[in-house]
């Protein structure tokens, strides 16, 4: 993993246990070569939330359609720019992983055959820059990511709804859900080799509320900010 998300996923989660992730490789055996983001390996994709129709979705499992699509557009770009690099979607609920899924079928990434889908072929397998064999994509939820890495991870962040402008433990829970799972959390944001990429509504993490409710996601937003006013390029 990159020394910057190394240390980033280390403050954020271990600290307190006085362990500290090393990269493997140098970081310049590390660079993700996509343009448009520089030298940068934190990325805050913003959707925010502009009216009804931009809210999550649903009752125990969640979806916010506006959310996969903007994800869905932003993967097909970079796969296409960077064959060779491995990517991973994680999303924290089973309904947004369909919503996701059904999004890339219209950028050709997924396709549909009499009810069920596959990653279609150029998609699916390929060869890193040594000539090694990788799977090229993978979509799942948090659980199908343990004990995997991928150069490049779009995290689902999924929740958005108003802030109700009170904080109790209650309404915490119910505003932001499986977010304030550190563990599964923990998993979903340290996939990475080279690069994460957060696709969700920002104002989410940035509010009081946020910054008490999901600590981890809001420093890893401040990490996004930061990387943006250094221009690392």
């Known amino acids: ?12 989660f271990y600290k307190q246990d006085n362990v500290e992730l090393v990269a493997g490789r140098d970081d310049a055996d590390l660079e993700h070569g996509i343009e448009r983001y520089g030298n940068r390996v934190a990325i805050w994709e913003d959707v925010p939330l502009v009216d009804e129709a931009d809210k999550e979705q649903g009752g125990a499992s969640k979806s916010r359609p506006c959310e996969a699509l903007r994800l869905a557009e932003r993967l097909a770009e970079l796969m296409d720019e960077r064959p060779t690099l491995s990517f991973g979607v994680i999303a924290f609920y089973r309904d947004q992983v369909d919503e996701i899924r059904d999004a890339l079928v219209a950028h050709d990434v997924v396709v549909s055959h009499d009810g069920t889908f596959e990653i279609a072929a150029r998609y699916r397998d390929g060869f890193d820059d040594d000539g090694r064999p990788i799977e090229r994509l993978r ?7 343990q004990g995997m890495e991928f150069d490049v991870v779009l995290l689902s962040v999924t929740r958005s709804s108003p802030d109700p402008g009170q904080i109790t433990d209650r309404l915490l829970w119910r505003r932001y859900g499986h977010l304030r799972l550190a563990n599964r959390l923990c998993v979903a944001m340290s996939r990475q080799r080279r690069l994460l990429i957060a696709v969700g509504d920002r104002s989410m993490v940035t509010s009081h509320a946020g910054r008490q409710a999901v600590p981890e996601l809001a420093q890893f937003e401040q990490m996004c900010e930061r990387e943006s006013a250094d221009v690392l390029v």
């Open 1 to 12: 993993m990159h020394s910057r998300l190394g240390t980033y996923v280390s403050d954020a």
């Open 139 to 145: 979509i799942g939820t948090v659980d199908a990511f």
